[in-house]
């Protein structure tokens, strides 16, 4: 009867949720109930439901409104009702953040922890912790100690977690380490749960000290410990110590634990060790065979989430290691028709990846019977996995692009749709004869495309490679429709496009100039400003303007170029701005108008935009007076100390074309002491000459400062990869934590970093240019040429790893797409590198890859205008 009456009850729609319409205003009125005598336990926990219910729902409570409410609920300590207790606890520590003197019920919370009603004491220590600060701590030190080792596993797991919360403050940090022998007992416990909530502690205890979690982790590793969970935790441990560790993992006493636990008789703690195996960094198909044997098994669980969880993993083990999921495919096939769609879509993507070039249509046709009852999350899962089997299988993109274009007609979010997008825009910049259908596809598309960030995308690919396929008049009205339809900024787009037709393509280049002249009449001032440039543009008839402004624009560095206009605007007596001489993002394709070869080469390699971090790098030399002239470029941030040290020191290496400024960025972790009269002092290598230093004149408690050291580069050489040994030196002042009050007049220290290195890649700028192959092919009768074979050890990321290891050697950056390596199990692969060295002196290169038994064999061809220039690239390899 009970529920015929809660079903009638909704009908008639006064059912559902009973505070869904809660008024802040009466609800806080109801709270002065609080203050009756006696209470009356239901009512009051009635209305602090509400309360919390409203807080949680974001209502915001004004200091005065939260300190009346909190100072009226405690009068309901009165009361032994447990329910109501409980309901008070959780209000305090809701409030606890937001009302004054909450401190106020530090004893009557400090009885409940250490009474004896055990259904207290719990909450009683969370809500205790929520309101303590770190002057009060030390007085419930005592408490908290015994809480931890009490008997009742509810009372010790509240009692670590809370101090798990307390550590968040740095300062509480060291009181709660005066609790390490009643954590290393609570470590023993025979309850699952304490013992994971103790290492947890234990762990972000000691987490910024290496050798003390390695001494952890390999004492616990000798033990049996009976939590899962806690097993789970040091299993994830482990790996992180693993990442650091240079050993093969054949030999580490860690990774052999990690194996270990795929064989626990908890099917969590078998998973995550999978898990852990299959996402460690550089682990080779011998080690990841064990991991997938247990997945393998997995996938025939009757468990749903066992069966997700492995066929997820097995998916991303199929990007990289696609042969040794190959011995899974008949179980993934048994999963196609699992009950869960999500199961069945990765196991499906999953095959795609690992499955023939004959299996290919049979498994599109599989997913196309349900894809429209997936989520868009696994949507995009298919769609990516489509992206690779069009690498890997090129002549199936008549297939691969038909099912794309079927799901681009679906309904589904911005997400979704650019994930379709950018996979259709790789396939026809991967493959040529893709080109014409893909276009197509996407011209369908934006017919109806609500988004407009999407259209515009789609417009400017469509001005770009239009012009180049076989009709390029097909896809000319789908672009024109966009200015008829569409608001102003697709509008705007639509014209840009149009005239790049216009300049590329002959037969369009009458219609598209009347068409342009309709758009100088638009009502939306960029558009008809656009449309009005264009024009008159088209009609000059001057092919280099048309050529450097549409057909090949010049991508100028847009944050340079404002700033460039800034100085200008504020000192309008310099010379005048030089597009020529600013860097570029992109450089464009060399148009041949009669140039020589050399003019050919040295036009067309031009720098990527320059990144300076942290500080404005033209400046810089300013500072003292240096006149050291543009800035070339400037190198990644590289760590001088360990992270979790307690002085943290970076550089930054400024490169210009005669000179070097080091930034040190120091932080001091330190929060009892200040530093000052920070420099750093370089045994500078031969050849450089030390000029100049800007010191850092303090540096307060989580503060960072920066040193500066300027130096000038050996005359008359191009060789200056140099080390320089570095020290810190500064006075140490000791002061108050909490004042920041300084106590003494301080003391010299000297604190050893970590050498500099000045490598290649610091001196080199990342070049790209579009038409590698011409570039390369001029400069063979113009430059000189170096040419070396060398054989690097090969890593279980086969060639894959070793292209990134020559790019990041060489500091160069690679074209045509040469840095992807596809499909992955490839056993040769050719990689083409452009770059400016410092001096503005241009480089090619080309690097030659072959796989062999243990290692990878390396030919690398350099070509420059400056011989010494080849003679280092070619020598770093070495």
């Given amino acids: 009867m009970a529920f015929k009456r809660d079903k009638k009850e909704e009908e008639d729609g006064n059912g559902g949720n009973p505070y869904q319409n809660l008024e802040k205003t009466s609800v806080l009125q109801e709270a002065r109930t609080f203050n009756d005598t006696p209470v009356n336990p239901r009512k009051c926990t009635h209305i602090l439901t509400k309360i919390l219910y409203m807080i949680n729902q974001g209502e915001q409570l004004g200091t005065a409104e939260a300190t009346e409410t909190f100072f009226a609920m405690t009068k309901l300590f009165q009361s032994r009702d447990i329910i109501l207790r409980r309901m008070v606890y959780l209000g305090i520590k809701e409030l606890s953040g937001i009302a004054e003197d909450v401190i106020i019920v530090t004893s009557s919370l400090t009885k409940d922890m250490t009474g004896k009603e055990d259904t207290y004491r719990a909450a009683a220590i969370r809500a205790l912790c929520s309101i303590t600060d770190v002057s009060m701590l030390q007085t419930i030190e005592r408490y908290m100690k015994q809480a931890i080792v009490d008997k009742n596993p509810g009372i010790s797991s509240a009692a670590l977690v809370s101090c798990l919360h307390l550590c968040k403050n740095t300062s509480a940090t060291d009181i709660v380490k005066r609790s390490l022998n009643e954590i290393q007992e609570a470590l023993n416990s025979d309850n699952v749960m304490v013992q994971y909530h103790a290492l947890g502690?234990?762990?972000?205890?000691?987490?910024?000290?290496?050798?003390?979690?390695?001494?952890?982790?390999?004492?616990?590793?000798?033990?049996?410990?009976?939590?899962?969970?806690?097993?789970?935790?040091?299993?994830?441990?482990?790996?992180?110590?693993?990442?650091?560790?240079?050993?093969?993992?054949?030999?580490?006493?860690?990774?052999?634990?990690?194996?270990?636990?795929?064989?626990h008789k908890s099917e969590t703690v078998v998973y995550e060790a999978a898990h852990a195996i299959v996402h460690l960094s550089g682990t080779g198909a011998r080690h990841l065979a064990p991991a997938v044997s247990v997945l393998q098994l997995f996938c025939s669980s009757a468990k749903p989430t066992l069966r997700f969880a492995a066929v997820r993993t097995l998916n991303k083990v199929?990007?990289?290691?696609?042969?040794?999921?190959?011995?899974?495919?008949l179980d993934l096939e048994n999963l196609i028709s699992d009950s869960n769609r999500s199961v069945a879509t990765l196991a499906i993507t999953t095959l795609l990846k690992t499955g023939a070039e004959a299996?290919?249509?049979?498994?599109?046709?599989?997913?196309?019977?349900?894809?429209?009852?997936?989520?868009?999350?696994?949507?995009?899962?298919?769609?990516?996995?489509?992206?690779?089997?069009?690498?890997?299988?090129?002549?199936?993109?008549?297939?691969?692009?038909?099912?794309?274009?079927?799901?681009l007609r679906e309904?589904?979010?911005?997400?979704?749709?650019?994930?379709?997008?950018?996979?259709?825009?790789?396939?026809?910049?991967?493959?040529?004869?893709?080109?014409?259908?893909?276009?197509?596809h996407l011209c369908e598309f934006i017919e109806d495309c609500e988004h407009t960030s999407l259209t515009v995308r789609i417009l400017h690919l469509l001005g770009k490679e239009g012009p180049r396929t076989k009709q390029p008049s097909r896809f000319i009205r789908f672009i024109y429709n966009r200015v008829i339809l569409e608001g102003a900024v697709v509008r705007a787009a639509a014209v840009g496009a149009m005239a790049?037709?216009?300049?590329?393509?002959?037969?369009?280049?009458?219609?598209?100039?009347?068409?342009?002249?309709?758009?100088?009449?638009?009502?939306?001032?960029?558009?008809?400003?656009?449309?009005?440039?264009?024009?008159?543009?088209?009609?000059?008839?001057?092919?280099?303007?048309?050529?450097?402004?549409?057909?090949?624009?010049?991508?100028?560095?847009?944050?340079?170029?404002?700033?460039?206009?800034?100085?200008?605007?504020?000192?309008?007596?310099?010379?005048?701005?030089?597009?020529?001489?600013?860097?570029?993002?992109?450089?464009?394709?060399?148009?041949?108008q009669e140039p020589t070869r050399k003019q050919n080469v040295d036009n067309a390699v031009k720098p990527v935009e320059v990144t300076v971090e942290n500080v404005d790098g033209q400046k810089l030399p300013s500072l003292i007076g240096l006149d050291a002239g543009k800035l070339f470029c400037s190198s990644e941030p590289s760590m001088l100390t360990e992270p979790e040290t307690e002085y943290v020191v970076r550089c930054i290496k400024?490169?210009?074309?005669?000179?070097?400024?080091?930034?040190?960025?120091?932080?001091?972790?330190?929060?009892?002491?200040?530093?000052?009269?920070?420099?750093?002092?370089?045994?500078?290598?031969?050849?450089?000459?030390?000029?100049?230093?800007?010191?850092?004149?303090?540096?307060?408690?989580?503060?960072?400062?920066?040193?500066?050291?300027?130096?000038?580069?050996?005359?008359?050489?191009?060789?200056?990869i140099a080390s320089f040994t570095a020290k810190m030196k500064f006075i140490v002042k000791d002061c108050d934590p909490l004042t920041g009050e300084v106590q003494d007049?301080?003391?010299?220290?000297?604190?050893?970093?970590?050498?500099?290195?000045?490598?290649?890649?610091?001196?080199?700028?990342?070049?790209?240019?579009?038409?590698?192959d011409s570039l390369w092919e001029e400069a063979k009768s113009v430059c000189f040429e170096v040419q070396e074979t060398f054989a690097l050890p090969?890593?279980?990321?086969?060639?894959?790893?070793?292209?990134?290891?020559?790019?990041?050697?060489?500091?160069?950056?690679?074209?045509?797409?040469?840095?992807?390596?596809h499909p992955p199990n490839k056993s040769s692969h050719i990689v083409n590198l452009a770059g400016m060295m410092r001096g503005n002196c241009k480089v090619l290169a080309q690097a030659k890859l072959a796989l062999s038994e243990n290692s990878v064999t390396i030919q690398l061809t350099v070509r420059s205008m400056d011989e010494r220039v080849a003679e280092l690239v070619v020598s770093t390899l070495d």
């Fill in 201 to 263: 502690l234990l762990f972000h205890i000691r987490k910024t000290d290496r050798l003390a979690v390695t001494k952890l982790v390999a004492k616990l590793t000798k033990i049996n410990m009976k939590s899962p969970f806690a097993v789970c935790m040091l299993i994830r441990m482990a790996c992180k110590l693993l990442e650091e560790e240079t050993i093969p993992r054949s030999e580490s006493p860690l990774f052999e634990f990690v194996e270990s636990c795929i064989r």
């Fill in 318 to 329: 199929a990007m990289e290691h696609p042969s040794t999921v190959t011995a899974c495919n």
């Fill in 359 to 407: 299996s290919v249509d049979r498994l599109m046709k599989q997913i196309a019977t349900f894809v429209n009852e997936i989520s868009d999350e696994f949507k995009i899962v298919v769609v990516q996995a489509i992206r690779a089997l069009c690498s890997k299988f090129p002549r199936k993109h008549t297939v691969l692009m038909n099912f794309l274009s079927g799901m």
């Fill in 411 to 440: 309904e589904g979010g911005l997400e979704y749709k650019a994930s379709i997008a950018d996979t259709i825009i790789a396939i026809i910049e991967e493959n040529p004869e893709a080109k014409e259908i893909g276009l197509a």
């Fill in 500 to 592: 790049k037709y216009a300049a590329n393509c002959a037969m369009l280049h009458d219609s598209i100039k009347v068409l342009l002249k309709r758009c100088c009449l638009d009502v939306d001032d960029e558009v008809r400003d656009r449309a009005t440039f264009y024009s008159q543009l088209l009609s000059s008839n001057n092919r280099q303007l048309i050529t450097d402004y549409l057909s090949e624009p010049m991508h100028v560095s847009l944050p340079v170029l404002e700033k460039t206009c800034q100085d200008y605007v504020l000192n309008p007596t310099k010379e005048r701005i030089n597009l020529s001489e600013l860097p570029v993002d992109i450089v464009v394709k060399n148009i041949s």
């Fill in 654 to 720: 400024h490169i210009f074309n005669h000179h070097l400024v080091l930034q040190f960025e120091i932080t001091n972790t330190l929060d009892d002491q200040i530093l000052e009269d920070i420099s750093v002092a370089l045994d500078v290598s031969e050849g450089f000459q030390y000029l100049n230093e800007f010191k850092c004149p303090s540096i307060k408690y989580q503060e960072t400062g920066n040193v500066y050291v300027y130096l000038k580069f050996p005359d008359d050489s191009v060789d200056a």
């Fill in 745 to 772: 007049d301080g003391y010299q220290e000297d604190y050893r970093l970590e050498d500099v290195e000045m490598t290649l890649k610091d001196q080199m700028l990342k070049v790209k240019v579009g038409n590698w």
């Fill in 794 to 821: 090969l890593t279980s990321g086969g060639l894959s790893d070793t292209v990134s290891q020559i790019i990041s050697f060489l500091g160069m950056a690679a074209s045509n797409n040469s840095e992807n390596v």
